[in-house]
């Protein structure tokens, strides 16, 4: 069970492609973690864990590693690619507000600001209650 959940977090972080490494970081050390995370892809796919997985890193204002393995299409023998659509639903919901919360811990966002003050051409709506 917990090496399930080890891999269900992998498989999260991989698919959903929003890692970042810190700017101090050297040409080794980015080397270094892409030969590790491709070589935690291959293993992932090796166990059976997932039929296909892709993920990246991102940091310094561009991708410093991305890759794909196992299959998109198991069936058409398509591979998985850093290109490959998935669908993943809402997924993303969870990332997006724990990300949302980090800047406004930081003060880089303020909560009760409506969002056209950060995203000017984001329709303006009438107001809710939840």
């Not at 973690?33 to 997932?50: F, P, V």
Request: proline fraction near 4%; glycine fraction near 10%; aromatic fraction near 6%.
């Amino acid at each position: 069970m917990k090496n399930k959940i080890k891999w269900a977090i992998l498989g999260a972080f991989c698919s959903l492609t929003i890692a970042s490494a810190q700017s101090s970081l050297m040409v080794n050390d980015v080397r270094m973690l892409a030969l590790k995370a491709d070589s935690l892809l291959e293993k992932s796919i090796m166990l059976g864990d997932h039929v296909g997985i892709s993920g990246g890193i991102y940091g310094d204002g561009q991708v410093l590693w991305a890759n794909g393995a196992g299959w998109s299409d198991r069936e058409a023998g398509t591979p998985m690619t850093t290109n490959s659509v998935l669908r993943i639903a809402s997924i993303t919901k969870s990332m997006t507000a724990v990300g949302i919360m980090q800047l406004a811990e930081k003060g880089m966002i303020d909560l009760d600001e409506p969002i056209q003050a950060y995203v000017p051409q984001f329709p303006i709506k009438p107001e809710g209650t939840i």
